[in-house]
């Protein structure tokens, strides 16, 4: 990480202005911790705000030119961030990444599976929706889903691109958004299927 005490923010931008690539390292390893704390908090996963982050460095890259010209670098930067999430949210759908984030916390909460009829009827629901998934996608869902593989081990062990696993669980997530709210009304899609969708995958898994 870079020294804070000797980061001189100015020389760095006038040096990125001029296409040194060391100047950008430096800028990078000043901020990175702080946009990627930044992103989380707009994403709500680590693995999407990486990724968020690698975007809005690629666009100070490109922009490159106009940063001398920047009065106030830091609020510039946040603002670039925020954007970057926001298009984000809005692509994937703001909810597709709630449903993975927030079954991820309350998996292992019992209280919201003691109706047995409730937790039938949502199994056989995450049951049909996965069967709808294209092989892969179905694939890299339950590796991600069940067995807790990041998007790095899941692209290594199938000899595919982490963007590409990133595309399959967006899509799929997607599906299981869509068919909530088609199948079970919007209020009831919103909040039950994320709270049995991971116990549902692996149990389907298992008796597979």
Same mark, same amino acid.
Not at 75 to 93: C, D, K, P, T, W
């Given at each position: ?13 006038? &040096? ?9 390292? &430096? @800028? ?6 702080? %946009?990627?704390?930044?992103?989380? #908090? ?17 666009? %100070? ?62 199994? !056989? ?7 709808? @998934?294209?092989?892969?996608?179905? &694939? ?5 889903? &069940?067995?807790? #593989? ?21 899509? !799929?997530?997607? #599906? ?13 899609? @919103?909040?039950?299927?994320? @709270? ?5 995958? !692996? ?6």
């Amino acid at each position: 990480m870079t020294d804070q005490k000797i980061y001189d923010e100015r020389r760095v931008l006038l &040096e990125l202005a001029a296409g040194d690539e060391q100047a950008y390292k &430096e @800028l990078y390893l000043h901020y990175e911790n702080a %946009i990627l704390n930044l992103v989380v #908090k707009y994403v709500k996963s680590v693995e999407l705000a990486k990724d968020v982050s690698q975007d809005v460095f690629i666009k %100070i890259w490109e922009k490159r030119d106009t940063l001398p010209d920047i009065q106030y670098f830091q609020a510039y930067l946040f603002q670039v961030a925020r954007h970057e999430s926001i298009n984000l949210l809005r692509a994937a759908g703001r909810s597709d990444i709630a449903k993975g984030e927030i079954a991820r916390h309350f998996q292992d909460n019992p209280g919201f599976f003691d109706d047995e009829t409730l937790q039938r009827d949502y199994r !056989s629901f995450i049951r049909r929706t996965l069967e709808t @998934l294209p092989p892969r996608s179905r &694939e890299i869902f339950l590796l991600c889903r &069940e067995q807790g #593989k990041t998007y790095e081990e899941v692209a290594a062990a199938l000899g595919i691109s982490r963007n590409n696993v990133r595309n399959h669980m967006v899509a !799929s997530l997607r #599906k299981f958004r869509d068919a909530a709210e088609n199948e079970l009304g919007s209020s009831l899609g @919103l909040i039950l299927p994320i @709270l049995t969708l991971l116990r549902a995958a !692996s149990d389907i898994s298992r008796h597979k």
